[in-house]
């Protein structure tokens, strides 16, 4: 099955040509006519390609956003437990130099003199 998103604006363009193709083939007529409907036919199918970019791209601009949006709701709580975990790290450490720095005032206490 045919991409639906790039497949449809491909479908329409290649039929509008084939039809313009076969029209021009078809029903000749003087160059100055089959100008003027070569124009409008052209002006016709940029209109209508300009709407298709236009469909799409806001559709493109909505998937985007709402893919930032499913990443912010996933990486919310990453983040927020990551913050927990560098707290309690920061935290341990400072009770551990704490516990070190005891310790060496002990040993010091302990320690003879010198003379």
């Known amino acids: ?14 039929g509008g040509l084939v039809g313009l193709v076969v ?8 160059g100055k006519e089959t100008r003027e409907i070569l124009k409008e036919r052209a002006q016709e199918y940029l209109e ?3 709407k298709v ?13 709402t ?3 499913a990443i912010a709701q996933k990486t919310a709580p990453i983040k927020e437990k990551l913050t927990e975990a560098k707290e309690k790290f920061q935290e341990t450490v400072e009770s551990l130099k704490e516990k070190a720095k005891e310790k060496k005032e002990q040993v010091e206490e302990v320690k003879p003199e010198e003379a």
């Open 1 to 14: 099955m045919a991409d639906r998103n790039g497949g449809d604006l491909t479908s329409f363009l290649l």
């Open 23 to 30: 029209g021009i083939l078809i029903a000749p007529r003087p």
């Open 67 to 69: 893919g930032r949006e």
């Open 48 to 50: 209508e390609g300009q």
């Open 53 to 65: 970019y236009q469909t799409q791209r806001e559709r493109l601009g909505e998937a985007f956003e």
